[in-house]
């Protein structure tokens, strides 16, 4: 390959890249930013998931998702933003969304799934340039 060759393909790499961090990261942001301004909503879901201190696991939720969202989609501490927020998905998915018989919160388990395995393969990324 040519050089030049070598950096169109790179700069392509690098859009998809980022496309893909934004994709993944603009409903992790969304969802937190729907509980900053809805607590009271969150944290009356949160104690009917029989979660103990839902004003704490409100708060939590809302930093996981809002400043690992960021992170994610303004490649800050990428790798780690990722890692995390493919535990959350997981949590999450395991949390709030194991009702079978419900096909809606199938759908959401098998999204947050989905997101995870994103996630994960943010966090492996060991591309030529590596956000850490």
Not at 33 to 41: D, G, I, N, R, Y
Not at 52 to 64: K, N, R
Not at 82 to 90: E, K, N, R
Not at 100 to 123: E, R, T
């Given at each position: 390959?040519?050089?030049?060759?070598?950096?169109?393909?790179?700069?392509?790499?690098?859009?998809?890249?980022?496309?893909?961090?934004?994709?993944?990261?603009?409903?992790?942001?969304?969802?937190?930013?729907?509980?900053?301004?809805?607590?009271?909503?969150?944290?009356?879901?949160?104690?009917?998931?029989?979660?103990?201190?839902?004003?704490?696991?409100?708060?939590?939720?809302?930093?996981?998702?809002?400043?690992?969202?960021?992170?994610?989609?303004?490649?800050?501490?990428?790798?780690?933003?990722?890692?995390?927020?493919?535990?959350?998905?997981?949590?999450?998915?395991?949390?709030?969304?194991?009702?079978?018989?419900?096909?809606?919160?199938?759908?959401?388990?098998?999204k947050?799934?989905?997101?995870?395995?994103?996630?994960?393969?943010?966090?492996?990324d060991?591309?030529?340039r590596?956000?850490?």
């Amino acid at each position: 390959m040519t050089e030049e060759t070598m950096a169109r393909v790179s700069t392509v790499s690098d859009l998809i890249t980022v496309l893909a961090r934004a994709l993944l990261s603009i409903p992790i942001i969304w969802a937190g930013f729907w509980k900053a301004v809805e607590p009271s909503l969150y944290q009356t879901n949160f104690a009917h998931l029989g979660l103990p201190l839902p004003m704490a696991a409100w708060a939590v939720a809302v930093a996981v998702e809002v400043v690992g969202g960021l992170a994610l989609l303004f490649g800050i501490q990428t790798r780690v933003a990722a890692g995390v927020l493919s535990f959350w998905c997981i949590a999450t998915a395991l949390v709030a969304h194991t009702n079978f018989s419900d096909p809606n919160m199938q759908i959401h388990f098998m999204k947050n799934v989905v997101m995870a395995g994103g996630f994960l393969y943010v966090a492996a990324d060991r591309g030529r340039r590596r956000a850490t």
